[in-house]
C-alpha cells in the first residue's frame, strides 16, 4: 500500500508541476480612471430679429444654430451658386483651367435686354466675341449677371427648361431636399430654400476649389468685358471670403457666407446664410455682429495629453503598471457640445513594457477621435512558487 501511496504522489505531482509551471495566467482587467472635460461657458449668439438664419461649419455636422424662419424662403441670386456647381458637374473643369471657348451671340444680346426690361443683374454683352467657361462662371459668381447665368445653361444643356430637371436632381442627391427651383438666376420667386439647406449649400461650394477660389474674388478683369467687382461688400472684411448675395423684392438682402477664424491651433471655417434683410448695409452689420459671438462660442479643448495616465493594471502576483496616452490629442468643439470618453482597454497576463492595450474614444458631436493607449511597465510572469501556491490563479 506505501508503494502504491508513493507512486499514486509521483504521478499526481508529475501531473500537477507542468500543468501549474506551464498553464496560462487567468487575464487581469484594467482598472479606468475616472475623465472628464472642462465645462463651456454658453455665448449667446446675436441673431437678427427678421428674416431667416443660419451658420455651419465645415467638419460638422448639420446647422449649429438657426434663427427666425426655418420654411423655405425665396433666395434670389443665392440660386446661382446651385447653377455654376450644376454646370461644372455635367461640364467639369480642372483647377486652373478655363474650360472650352463659349460663343457669345446675338441669342444672348436677347437676353441681356429681357434682364435689363425685368430690372435683373446684368453685365455687358457683345455679339461675336467667346468667353470660356470660367469667365462666365466669375461673370455669374461675382458681377451675378443674370443674363450669363442663362448663357451658360443655354450652352451646357441646350435650355434653361432642360436644365432645370437635372438641377433639380442634383439637389435631391445633395440632400437638399427643401430646396426648389424656377429659374437659373434667382429672379423668379420660385426659387426657395431653407437656411439650414442653404449652410450645407455653402459647405458643398467651398468644397469645388474652383467655385472657392471665384467666390473670394473681389475683382477681376474678363477679356472683352472689362473689369467686374463682387457684389459682396463684406470679402476679406475679418476674415470672411465668400460666399454669394443676392437681391430682390420677395428675398430681401441676402447672403450666403463664410469665414476663416483661427480657434486655438487650428482654423475653423464658418458658413451661414441670412436672408430677408431691409438692405445690404444693415445686413452686413448684422452678420458682423453675428460673427463676433459665433466665433467666440469655438473652442479648443485638450482630450488628453501624451502620458496622460488612463488606466492601470494590477496583478495578483504583485505586478502593476499605469496605462498611458500614446498622444497629446484636442480638437475644436462648438460652445457646450458634450464631449465623452470611452475606454477600451485588453485583459492581459504577462505583456511588455510599450504594449498596445486599449484605445481611448472621444465623441465629439458625431465625431469620433480615437487615441491610442500604452502600457508603462512590463508585466512579469510570477514565476514556478507562485505558481505552485496560486493554483487558483491558473487555467
Not at 457666407?257 to 445686413?283: R, S
Request: aromatic letters at 6%; a negative charge.
Amino acid at each position: 500500500m506505501t508503494v502504491f501511496g508513493g507512486l499514486a504522489v509521483l504521478v499526481g505531482a508529475g501531473f500537477y508541476l507542468p500543468m501549474t509551471l506551464l498553464a496560462p495566467l487567468t487575464p487581469v482587467a484594467a482598472s479606468v480612471a475616472e475623465y472628464s472635460v472642462p465645462a463651456q461657458e454658453p455665448v449667446e449668439l446675436s441673431f437678427p430679429d427678421f428674416g431667416s438664419t443660419a451658420v455651419g461649419a465645415i467638419g460638422f455636422d448639420g446647422t449649429l444654430a438657426v434663427s427666425g424662419d426655418t420654411k423655405p424662403v425665396a433666395i434670389a441670386s443665392i440660386t446661382k451658386v446651385i447653377t455654376v456647381l450644376v454646370v461644372l458637374d455635367a461640364k467639369p473643369i480642372k483647377t486652373g483651367e478655363e474650360g472650352p471657348d463659349i460663343p457669345i451671340t446675338q441669342a444672348d444680346v436677347a437676353l441681356w435686354h429681357k434682364q435689363v426690361a425685368q430690372n435683373g443683374s446684368v453685365a455687358p454683352v457683345r455679339s461675336g466675341i467667346a468667353l470660356t467657361e470660367h469667365e462666365l462662371m466669375e461673370l455669374i459668381l461675382v458681377k451675378s449677371a443674370n443674363n450669363y447665368s442663362e448663357t451658360l445653361v443655354n450652352w451646357a444643356f441646350g435650355s434653361e427648361k432642360a436644365y432645370l430637371p437635372i438641377a433639380r436632381d442634383w439637389l435631391v442627391e445633395n440632400g437638399l431636399n427643401d430646396t426648389s427651383l424656377a429659374d437659373s438666376t434667382g429672379f423668379s420667386p420660385g426659387n426657395r430654400s431653407t437656411s439650414a439647406d442653404l449652410v450645407e449649400l455653402g459647405k458643398i461650394a467651398l468644397g469645388d476649389p474652383i467655385v472657392s477660389a471665384i467666390v473670394d474674388t473681389k475683382t477681376e478683369t474678363v477679356p472683352d468685358i472689362g473689369p467686374i467687382k463682387n457684389t459682396n461688400d463684406l470679402l476679406g472684411v475679418e476674415g470672411i471670403r465668400g460666399i454669394k448675395t443676392g437681391t430682390t423684392d420677395d428675398a430681401g438682402a441676402c447672403l450666403l457666407f463664410a469665414a476663416d477664424y483661427t480657434v486655438g491651433k487650428q482654423t475653423v471655417t464658418i458658413v451661414g446664410v441670412m436672408l430677408g434683410g431691409d438692405n445690404h448695409p444693415k445686413l452686413n452689420e448684422r452678420i458682423r455682429a453675428l460673427l463676433k459671438t459665433v466665433k467666440s462660442s469655438f473652442h479648443e479643448v485638450t482630450l488628453a495629453t501624451e502620458g496622460q495616465i488612463v488606466a492601470s493594471y494590477s496583478t495578483s502576483w504583485g505586478d502593476n503598471s499605469d496605462v498611458v496616452a500614446t498622444e497629446t490629442s484636442s480638437t475644436v468643439i462648438w460652445a457646450q457640445t458634450p464631449v465623452t470618453a470611452l475606454v477600451s482597454t485588453d485583459k492581459i497576463s504577462v505583456q511588455k513594457k510599450g504594449a498596445d492595450v486599449g484605445e481611448l474614444d472621444f465623441s465629439v458631436g458625431g465625431r469620433t477621435i480615437t487615441v491610442p493607449l500604452r502600457l508603462v511597465s512590463t508585466i512579469d510572469d510570477p514565476g514556478p512558487w507562485w505558481r505552485l501556491t496560486n493554483p487558483d490563479e491558473l487555467f
